[in-house]
T-cell receptor, first 114, second 110 residues
């Protein structure tokens, strides 16, 4: 099946620093990737839709200047959390959509901001 | 606006018994419906999907789901539950823009 990788799997950083998370589709090309945030009570929140070669589409309430998304190629999207604060601590999950509308998810990145 | 509902936060079932995890949807046009499973501290794994064709869809790990247009449901089922099936299950639906349900925790009791 389709494989999506995410790196790093876990990151701890100081408040005020920036963190970059990479999402790669390993065996298929994805014109569209998605970034989610998952809260402790389990719900998935869609943050943004990342389209190769164009600007990301952010969901309402998500600050685009804080969560920078770059979809540089058909297999790579990055999420940069800028000037991270403790409230940004969360589990971030990416997904890549294949040609027949199925999303495949990365393993997630646990971010802890001290 | 489209929506996907999972009415049960948690489902408990004894090992070896059949299991059902419920999902109802409200999406415009032809529904694209999916089931995913999530194990602790992991991403979501694709189980199965319905786009068109037979209403009964078979997926990974012995799971299946039945698309019921009249009831706008897409319940996940398995004839005989395993302890290893214990996890968080998400239903999702939509084309282009996908909406996820809030998840159902399945607990299979030995």
């Amino acid at each position: 099946g389709a494989v999506v990788s995410q790196h790093p799997s876990r990151v701890i950083c100081k408040s005020g620093t920036s963190v970059k998370i990479e999402c790669r589709s390993l065996d298929f090309q994805a014109t569209t990737m998605f970034w989610y945030r998952q809260f402790p009570k389990k719900s998935l929140m869609l943050m943004a839709t990342s389209n190769e070669g164009s600007k990301a589409t952010y969901e309402q309430g998500v600050e685009k200047d804080k969560f920078l998304i770059n979809h540089a190629s058909l297999t790579l999207s990055t999420l940069t959390v800028t000037s991270a604060h403790p409230e940004d601590s969360s589990f971030y999950i990416c997904s890549a959509r294949d040609q027949i509308e199925t999303q495949y998810f990365g393993p997630g990145t646990r971010l802890l901001v001290l | 606006a489209q929506s996907v509902a999972q009415p049960e936060d948690q489902v408990n079932v004894a090992e070896g018994n059949p299991l059902t995890v419920k999902c109802t949807y409200s999406v415009s046009g032809n529904p694209y419906l999916f089931w995913y499973v999530q194990y602790p501290n992991r991403g979501l794994q694709f189980l199965l999907k319905y786009i068109t064709g037979d209403n009964l869809v078979k997926g990974s790990y012995g799971f299946e789901a039945e698309f019921n247009k009249s009831q706008t449901s897409f319940h996940l089922k398995k004839p005989s539950a395993l302890v290893s099936d214990s996890a968080l299950y998400f239903c999702s639906g939509g084309y282009q823009k996908v909406t996820f349900g809030t998840g159902t925790k399945l607990q299979v009791i030995p």
